[in-house]
């Protein structure tokens, strides 16, 4: 019997008619009589002691239930490195920090009490950059930070301001720099910006008679927000309960546990009751947690042909006032240190910084759209100094089967891809060969640059999923996990790989997308590109699961061997015979004999997958094995610059990518368009605007702009196949991917067009102006 | 009056064709009454400040974003929310060109669209980016919702060849 052949196809998304009439709910859509409001007040400094706290006035609006300040529950949270306190204690180390919680009946009166909480500062000096945070004069932001308890792998430097080192040491660089016939050296940075999800982070708490603790949050790591409101506030893990729903974007973003705690402790002074906390969006921007920024320093050595020899790098990640996940970035940034390059001597040091700026944590591509763009500069640079195409500099270069990674993993074609083929693919679709600077007359260039990226994903060690097939009366199926559907379509996929592997219609299969830590299988979290890899081998072994029940009943019924059987199309049947057979319908529940007798019962399946073979860095030189595959791919834009006053158009993007396999052509593509358009906007025009005092000047989307209709370029896309045999139906993590090259390849492009090196972001019409003028002195 | 000093008003707003009453704060925006009070939530904040357009209603046939508009000045007039369509050619646009992800924008998006379509059934690509520029979408790249509305525009059958 043929199977259905689902895999690739474009299954509409499982939610698609909720999400286009209205009825598709989010966190804060859920509308109850009787829940209280949380608001916070903030800090007005960036760097300041808590001289004290005056809420006599903020007790006086009506309606005011409670009013909690840090003081109250002094204790620190944080993944990897216990540092920061979810409501400030003795001082604040960011503006827009929470600094105490008032709870009302109303959204207005909690506001207005807010407003009332009269907060005394001492300010302290700010440190409002990483070069000033490394210098040894600067002021401590974390004064502890050598009693700070690590939860996972972090390597803190007591009395600076380092949260996380990660060092590369591969090959001998000594060597590497003799061998080196072309060096050159790229100094690149770029502020901190936002995810600036459309929907703001948003929680809600409530504590039962009986202890228990029920969460509901915009987040993407519900299990975790199990494990954290566990240990901090010593419930057993089954108390915590917690739902989320449909999410309304995340971007790496919704990654942290931030509004969670705070909804917590509100809900504890007013006895339990339930509480909701929305940011706002100027809250959502500051005093949630931010994309990193980033000062880099990227030397190359190679030889005269363009052989890539020797890299030493240095990534200074600006991590903001907290560690968070910024100091795992930091390491994730350190294992693809290189880029998807050959380079057999590589010193690396990745630093997580703290600074008096909002902390950061995961942002789409966890670090690697960040170090691609030092890298992808400097390889630029290099290009240019060999008078190479950079397209062939690249090709020459291409990571392959055979090499090593920067931690020193042995690459080959199941965990590696194929780069070339995507650059060979990539030439064809930009007509790369027509030439990458041609004037279009009216003071106008246009001009091409590339980006080649890779990613693998880093997890801790023992990341996992699980999942639930359930059989209903009619032989349909629902599918239970805890993957959250943030709009990356993951839990469609996921149904396609059940229809798949069941060999049934994909309408019989039924998708919950809400998930509930009560009664989902744990999935880690729905974050680096780690979903469909995961969940998927759950959902894989789940149904074969579900298959050898099926079989067994069967078998029974048929009077035959499990194994004489297969599963397709809704019956089980005799492999020789097809024509001899059960419908799936008649023992999806048990068999029921003429005589009433019945056997077996409910079909359930069940799965579970946890990545292997995974180790921690050695933190000397880096070795160790991260995570399972990478995601290779290459990225173009092709700009309209006009010489004369610097503006430019961005015309179109290219990304060839190698997904492994596509599981859903459709929803890759959405997500491979998205990213790069999350990727022009941010190395465009996004970044915070800092004062001196570290005060943010841009809070509202009418000063911090994102790109809009008509600004989106032409996109070309296409994937390379290579399977990843560690991947179901040999697929790769596709999320992230769309993201990556993209800043670096307008970078590229812009600084081909304009003759001027441009490594700064956001790519401006000022900064490519100043930049030409050389007048840099006031520039980050 | 009450304990706090606040006045509420008892009012009548016609949303998706129906007279709906509703206590209202004079601070109140149509949006807080449309979701607090009514369920209405398909408008979604986003910003609370105009920027966004997450929270796009038709007043009168003309997308307004309830996020800048007090509930009181609703009195009189027409409101239209997401929930007020049903099976129109922009919703199945948008189905077809998979011109959403997390769907969070979505109503505003297609309330904008759907009022376009209306009041300028000629839209060039001028106008559509001029209209749908007042929203802002995270996910996807633009394209799918640029195929939707232009699908929907040119299927209107005085103008589809010209549009075509």
Known sequence: MSHLDIIGENVPRKEALEKVTGAAKYTNDDIRPGLLHVKMTTSTYAHANIVSIDTSKAWKVPGVRAIVTGKQFPFLTGTPLEDRPPIAIDKVRYYGEPVAVVVADYEFQAKKAAELIKVAYEPLPVVNSVSEAIKRTAPLIHENLGRYKRVEEVYPEDNTNIANRTKIRKGDMQKGWMKSEVIVTANVSFPQSDHAAMETRCARAEILPDGRAIIHSASQSPFVIKKVISRYFQIHPGKVIVHTPLVGGAFGGKVSIQLEFIAFLASYAVGGRMVKIVNTREEDFITSPVHIGLDARVKLGCTKSGELIAAEIIYLFDGGAYSDRAAIISRAAAADCTGPYNIENVWCDSLCIYTNHPYATAFRGFGHSELTFAIERAMDLLANKLNMDPLELRLKNAIAPGNTSPTQVPLNVSNIGDLSKCLEKLRGLMNWNEGQRIKIGNNKVKAKGIGCFWKNSNTPTNAGSGAVLTFNPDGSIS????????????????????????????????????????????????????????????????????????????????????????????????????????????????????NGNSIGGQVIGRGSYILKHLTKLNPETGAGNPGPEWTVGVQAVEVEFDIKNYTYRIIKAASVIDAGKVINMKAAYGQIMGGMCLGLSFASREAFSFSSTGVIQNTQLRTYKIMRLGENPKYIIDFVETPNIEGPYGLRGLGEMGVIGIPAALANSLSLASEVELNQLPLTPELIWKTKKGDQSDLV | MLTDGSRRLVMDIHVNGEIRNVIVRAADTLLHILREQLGLTGAKPGCENGDCGACTVLVNGWPIKSCIMLAVEAVGHEITTIEGLKDTPIQKAFLKKWAFQCGYCTPGFIMNCYALAKIHPDADDTMIQEWLGSNICRCTGYEEINEAIKSVLASNPHLGAKLL
């Not at chain 1, 029940?549 to 069967?554: D, F, G, S, T």
């Open chain 1, 479 to 594: 599918l239970s996990c805890g993957v959250v559907e943030i709009g990356q379509g993951t839990k469609t996929a996921l149904a396609q790989i059940v229809a798949e592997t069941m060999k049934m219609d994909i309408n019989q299969i039924h998708v919950r997308m809400e998930v509930n830590t009560e009664t989902n299988p744990e999935h880690w979290k729905t974050a680096a590109s780690r979903s469909l890899f995961m969940a998927g081998r759950a959902v894989l072994a789940a149904a074969e699961d579900a298959i050898n029940q099926l079989r067994e009943v069967a078998s029974i019924v048929l009077r035959c061997a499990p194994e004489e059987l297969a599963v397709g199309r809704g019956r089980v049947f005799l492999k020789s015979e097809p024509n001899i057979g059960i419908s799936i319908q008649e023992i999806a529940y048990g068999y029921t004999y003429p």
